[in-house]
Every structure is written in structure tokens, then in C-alpha cells.
């Protein structure tokens, strides 16, 4: 069940945005109610709002705007270009919308530019949920690794991932060569490093498309467990440890190529903070 949560926007009109920020093991948000769908927020804004030295920081920036069947979501990366779905992101924007009455009941769905997702809520204690959502269906292949001793893998999880398997996850300076490998896809792509650490268990390290290092990544988690499930050192479910925490990966039988991912793991509200926009206008 939805309700109308205009009265939450009223600040939003001129001068003021009221952002909620969360977290998801350290891959974090700002996100903001558009209940009139009238917010230009615009790249330079988002860029500025995401600085972690000048600004508030986060990953990303997220609308959430009304729906008939939900919410959807408008998603844009630290450097204000635009995303088409965040598994993380959706956890925060659908734990945000519960916290903020936007969403009543135990789930709700997010209308994403890939299509809709369904997030659910599966416990909560505090500022704490855990949630699981259907991510839709992840399409993986392999490709031509650039790194000699790693297995590559291309994987389209409503956006574009490149998975590096090998031996170990932390022998790449992925921060250094991220930046290449980001632009050697039309568009820019997320670049994965994972390794085996158990049965059905994956380390990663992860350089995300506009975002650089992060702490996580969703999408990248069920990307990785889909290349590892391919190459079969994995199985049906699959537990993901990103440096900011763990995620557990489930996939449905693979049918040409793809198959339907459920992406389970935590989310957190961190802080409310009430912007003057005035205070971001460049000089």
C-alpha cells in the first residue's frame, strides 16, 4: 500500500532539499521524495552533494517519485552521470520509502529505466533492515580478459559488468587500471575482481561506473555470482563478501543465458540533512 507523502516535499519547492542518507555495507546514498515529479536535480548538483570533502558524500543520489504500481527510481553516480539500477540502491530507496511511510506493509515495488523490482523487508531492528529484491535477470558470457592469468566474463545485469576471476581478488591495482577498463565499454562499465574463498563463497573488489572504489556493489555481486556459477566454482547461491560486507547472491536455473537473481543483504538510515541550496551554486 502506498500513501501521499507531498506533505514530506514541501521544502523541496525552491530553495531546499530534505535528504535522507543510507547505507548499504558502505555503498551509500542520498535520496530525496519527488512527489510532484518536478525536481531537476542536475549533474553538477549531484557531483558536488556526493563529494566527500566539500559535500555530504555518498556514491550516488536517488529520486524516488510515485508510480502506479509503486515508486520509481532515478538514480545518478557520484559524478552526477546517470545509472540505470543499484542493488544496494535499491535496498536503501525501499527501506527509505518503509521509514518514511511512502511504503506501508512488507514490500514494495521500484520502477528502475530496466524495468520494475520488487524489494522486500525481511526484519528490521532500528535503523537497520535486511531486505531482498528481485533483480530481474542477469545475462552473463565470457570474453577476452585484459589481465593475463583472470578469466573474464561480460555480464548485463541491467547495466554493463566486466568480472575478473582468478586465483585472487586482491593482486590488481583496480584502482589505478579502473579508470581504463571503466571506458573500454560504449558507456563505461563496472569492473569485478573475484576470487573463491569457500564453498559457494566469492571475495570482490569492485571499481564502479561514475562511483570509482567502493565499498560495494550489488549489481556486481549478482554479476559475479552468475561468472562464477558459469565457470563452475559456485553454485545456486552464493555468498559475496564486498569490502564493506556481504551479500548473498541467489539464481534461478539458467535459461538461454540468463537467469532470475535475488540479491538478499542489509540497508541503514545514517542521517536526515536539510540542504540550502544556495550553499551549493558554484561562485
Not at 82 to 107: I, K
Not at 166 to 187: F, K, N, Q
Amino acid at each position: 500500500m502506498l500513501v501521499d507523502y507531498r506533505p514530506l516535499c514541501e521544502t523541496f519547492q525552491v530553495k531546499r532539499l530534505l535528504l535522507t542518507k543510507y547505507e548499504a555495507i558502505g555503498n551509500d546514498f542520498l535520496i530525496v521524495f519527488d512527489a510532484a515529479c518536478s525536481l531537476a536535480i542536475t549533474p553538477d548538483l549531484v557531483a558536488q552533494l556526493c563529494d566527500r570533502h566539500r559535500g555530504i558524500g555518498a556514491d550516488g543520489v536517488i529520486q524516488l517519485r510515485p508510480t502506479s504500481s509503486g515508486l520509481a527510481m532515478v538514480l545518478q553516480n557520484a559524478d552526477g552521470s546517470p545509472a540505470e539500477v543499484s542493488g544496494n540502491g535499491l535496498r536503501c530507496a525501499a527501506l527509505a520509502a518503509f521509514d518514511a511511510g511512502v511504503a506501508t506493509g512488507r514490500s514494495v515495488v521500484i520502477t528502475t529505466v530496466v524495468g520494475p523490482r520488487r524489494a522486500e523487508l525481511r526484519s528490521r531492528n532500528g535503523a537497520y533492515g535486511e531486505l531482498i529484491v528481485e533483480m530481474g535477470h542477469v545475462r552473463v558470457q565470457r570474453t577476452d580478459s585484459p589481465i593475463d592469468g583472470k578469466e573474464g566474463f561480460r555480464a548485463d545485469v541491467g547495466n554493463p559488468h566486466l568480472v575478473l576471476l582468478g586465483e585472487r581478488s586482491d593482486d590488481v591495482d583496480l584502482a589505478m587500471i579502473g579508470p581504463t577498463l571503466e571506458a573500454a565499454w560504449p558507456g563505461g562499465q563496472n569492473i569485478e575482481v573475484i576470487s573463491l574463498a569457500g564453498t559457494d563463497e566469492l571475495d570482490l573488489v569492485v571499481f564502479e561506473r561514475g562511483a570509482g572504489m567502493t565499498e560495494a556493489c550489488g549489481t556486481g555481486s549478482c554479476a559475479a555470482a552468475a561468472a562464477a556459477r558459469l565457470a563452475g566454482v559456485v553454485g545456486d547461491v552464493v555468498a559475496v563478501h564486498n569490502p564493506g560486507g556481504s551479500l548473498v547472491v541467489e539464481l534461478g536455473p539458467a535459461a538461454d543465458d540468463a537467469s532470475a537473481v535475488r540479491l538478499l543483504g542489509p540497508a541503514r538510515r545514517v542521517a536526515e540533512v536539510n540542504v540550502t541550496l544556495e550553499d551549493y551554486r558554484q561562485p
